[in-house]
């Protein structure tokens, strides 16, 4: 079992930034990818982010690319979702989420989580 556990969510105006975290516990946090979702009030959860186990890939929603980037500490078992430049747009619950994979952050994406977290709550006003 992992256990992922979000933080740094709150509310914020447009064009604020905010980071935020997901610390993992349980298995050997680097045979792992990590990603980011989100959902919105009324709509299906989406992708955000994805980055392989080592760091070195990449992957985002069209959406975000720019604004978001996402890192990971494998000493800290922690993964973390920078965002700036938020829009209303941007307010969701986002899930950390973690598979047991060795894939590139861009395949990953197609992929269902084995893990998911408890979820943030992100609010942009206007």
């Known amino acids: 079992q992992v256990q992922l556990v979000e933080s740094g969510g709150g509310l914020v105006q447009a064009g604020d930034s905010l980071r935020l975290s997901c610390a993992a516990s349980?298995?050997?946090?680097?045979?792992?990818?990590m990603g980011w979702f989100r959902q919105a009030p009324g709509k299906e959860r989406e992708f955000v982010a994805a980055i392989n186990w080592s760091g070195r890939t990449t992957h985002y929603t069209d959406s975000v690319k720019g604004r978001f980037t996402i890192s990971r500490d494998n000493a800290k078992n922690t993964v973390y979702l920078q965002m700036n430049s938020l829009t209303p747009e941007d307010t969701a619950v986002y899930y950390c989420?973690?598979?047991?994979?060795?894939?590139?952050?861009?395949?990953?994406?197609?992929?269902?989580?084995?893990?998911w977290g408890q979820g943030t709550q992100v609010t942009v006003s206007s």
């Open positions: 989420a973690a598979f047991y994979s060795n894939l590139v952050a861009s395949a990953v994406r197609s992929k269902d989580p084995d893990y």
């Open positions: 349980g298995r050997t946090f680097s045979n792992y990818a």
